[in-house]
């Protein structure tokens, strides 16, 4: 594969030519994701160091992508970019998020919830899983997990509030709206 620039969160690139049974099979074909789109996704958050560590490895000379190159292929990269997302978020975890003071954090790979607040942990009997769940003062959560099936790490967002008994349903809506952008804005996303 040939890498041909990064855009939009994008690193692009083309495919000349196909190791098949030791025979190589010319082709011309341009690298896209899973959601369809040309170039592989990389998050915001991750997305300069994705970029300098593929301009560092890929631009300018070609590499072979086949099952024998694992350490080199564009899945890998975006494999390692959502494990140092992962990786990040355990070792810089967010003291606050929306606005409100973090007080839990589950942590199923390690197996432990983290109290924010007395900075004590708890164990969780369950089984290991690479999921992190943040749990802010007003009951927000936020759930990040590697997506088992696609390139990129899935947030999940839990929001509650008490509605007044004449307030309208539009309202509420619209005040856990902004709840749910302020938390993306707090993960950069």
Known sequence: AIMSGFSSQRVKGTVKSVLLYDEIIRVSLSLYD????EG????????????KDVASGAMGSNMTINQGSYGNSLSQWGMQAIQ?????LRENM??????QTVLKVHDYKAQHTCNMVSTTNDRIELPV????????ADGSKVTVRPSGTEP??????????TMEPDQPLEEADTILANRIDALK???GL
Do not use: H
């Open 185 to 187: 804005k707090d993960l």
């Open 34 to 37: 899973t959601d369809g789109l």
């Open 152 to 161: 990129k790490i899935k947030f999940y967002f839990s929001v509650c509030m």
């Open 84 to 88: 140092k997302r992962m990786s990040d």
């Open 40 to 51: 592989l996704y990389v998050p915001r958050s991750t997305f300069n160091e994705t970029a």
């Open 94 to 99: 967010p003291r606050t998020l929306g606005g």
């Open 129 to 136: 899983s690479n999921v992190l769940q943040f749990i802010t």
